[in-house]
């Protein structure tokens, strides 16, 4: 089954990734902070060229644009206005809202209490787009205070939930759990796919999952804090740190031999997930696994159970560890995240040979530099095309690249920097 990010990444490695098909409802308390993980589901959704259908019943659309102004996409991105005819009373304040461009596709539904008719709409956007648009519904409990009744709430629930499953996409649904009883709560997570429970206790918080829909390691179902910091958050494990990390050698071994961790399973005979657990601690190797994969890498068993007493530099970004978080950015394009945040965000982009890309590689942002590290590539912008050689970079401003292609026969590597 494929895997999508959810934006955060300690969260994926914890949960193995979402599964396209999931529905994740989250159930939240006060100040629990969910907005920021909606917020890098959807910055992930538009980054991988997936639309955007968010539907708000607890939000007016300006406050909802104010919030992803920074990750905003015209094109990609629909807002399904339930608020302003629902729990926005029709103020005037929210009208004029319309009154001018809102610049980006909003769609107000004009009267959100008939369940039927705003099921219809959403249906009719979603025939509009492309196969895979992923949803945000930003309050189940805000469709409950509409529609005034659980078991309206719930069968629509269960009309939305599996036919986003068979659409192949990804939703998420939102639910403050105090505000519902725990017999809707257990309906709902019996036919969803992932259910986390976020919550506030002697001021940390913290992340559980209360489902998750063929996983197997049960470590996610423990509490975990998390951190957020200029907006990104940070999961931290449960679990004990090893007394020597033992992960953290052997994938630099690995990667200082130049193997992959397919070529350390082949021989070793053990699987590349096997291989992938060993590397971030998650399991301990068997004594005979162990002496194996030291004969594989030509390495001392010793060497792995010396104490290291280097503390990893958090400014110190290297090479291996770039290239190991390379993640499929559709087009056969690969990417991954160098740095993310309100002031600089990098990412390292790598497009195979001869391939073409009509269309920007990922969303821009303004301002946005782009250098060439490794390769030939050639951009198309205002109907002219350039080649561009290592060391050629381009500032893009207003502009918008309509077509990239690499030339060459090897992988073009390039910085983006915005």
């Known amino acids: 089954m494929s895997k999508i990010s959810s934006g955060v990444k300690t969260l994926d490695l914890l949960i193995d990734s979402l599964y396209i098909g999931d529905n994740v409802v989250w159930e939240v308390d006060p100040g629990a902070s969910h907005d920021v993980f909606i917020r890098h589901f959807v910055r992930q959704s538009l980054e991988d060229s997936q639309k955007v259908i968010y539907v708000s019943f607890n939000k007016s659309p300006q406050s909802v644009l104010n919030e992803l102004e920074r990750i905003m996409n015209i094109e990609h991105f629909t807002l399904v206005d339930c608020f302003t005819e629902g729990k926005g009373k029709n103020d005037a304040t929210f009208h004029k809202f319309y ?3 809102p610049g980006c596709g909003v769609v107000r539904i004009g009267a959100p209490g008939d369940i039927d008719k705003f099921t219809a709409t959403l249906n009719e956007i979603e025939d509009r787009l492309p196969p895979g648009a992923r949803y945000v519904f930003d309050s ?13 709430t719930y069968k629509f629930f269960t009309y939305m939930c599996p036919r986003l499953y068979d659409l192949e996409t990804v939703a998420y ?6 505000a519902h009883s725990q017999k809707f709560k257990a309906n709902l997570r019996h036919i969803t796919q992932d259910v986390f429970d976020l919550y506030l206790r002697r001021d940390k918080l913290y992340i559980k999952a209360l489902k998750l829909a063929g996983r197997q390691d049960r470590e996610a179902f423990k509490p975990h804090t998390y951190q957020i910091s200029g907006g990104d958050i940070s999961i931290v494990s449960s679990r004990k740190e090893p007394s020597t990390d033992l992960g953290v050698k052997l994938k630099n071994m690995r990667m200082k031999a130049g193997m992959s961790q397919k070529d350390l399973a082949d021989r070793v005979e053990v699987t590349p997930s096997f291989i992938s657990q060993l590397e971030n601690n998650q399991i301990s190797p068997s004594l005979n696994s162990f002496v194996q994969i030291c004969r594989a890498l030509g390495a001392n068993p010793a060497e792995f159970l010396e104490d290291s007493k280097a503390v990893p530099l958090q400014w110190l970004i290297r090479k291996d560890r770039m290239f190991s978080q390379l993640m499929p950015a559709g087009d056969g394009l690969k990417a991954a995240s160098i740095i993310a945040g309100e002031q600089l965000s990098a990412r390292f982009v790598v497009i195979p040979p001869q391939t073409l890309v009509k269309k920007h590689f990922h969303l821009l942002r303004k301002p946005e530099f782009i250098f060439v590290l490794q390769g030939t590539v050639s951009i198309t912008a205002d109907d002219k095309t350039e080649t561009l050689h290592p060391g050629d970079s381009v500032y893009l401003l207003e502009v918008v690249p309509t077509q990239w292609k690499n030339e060459g026969g090897n992988d073009a590597e390039l910085l983006v920097v915005w």
């Open 99 to 101: 009154d001018r461009s």
């Open 140 to 152: 189940l409990t805000g469709m409950q205070d509409l529609w005034g009744d659980e078991n309206r």
């Open 173 to 178: 649904w939102i639910l403050e759990k105090d």
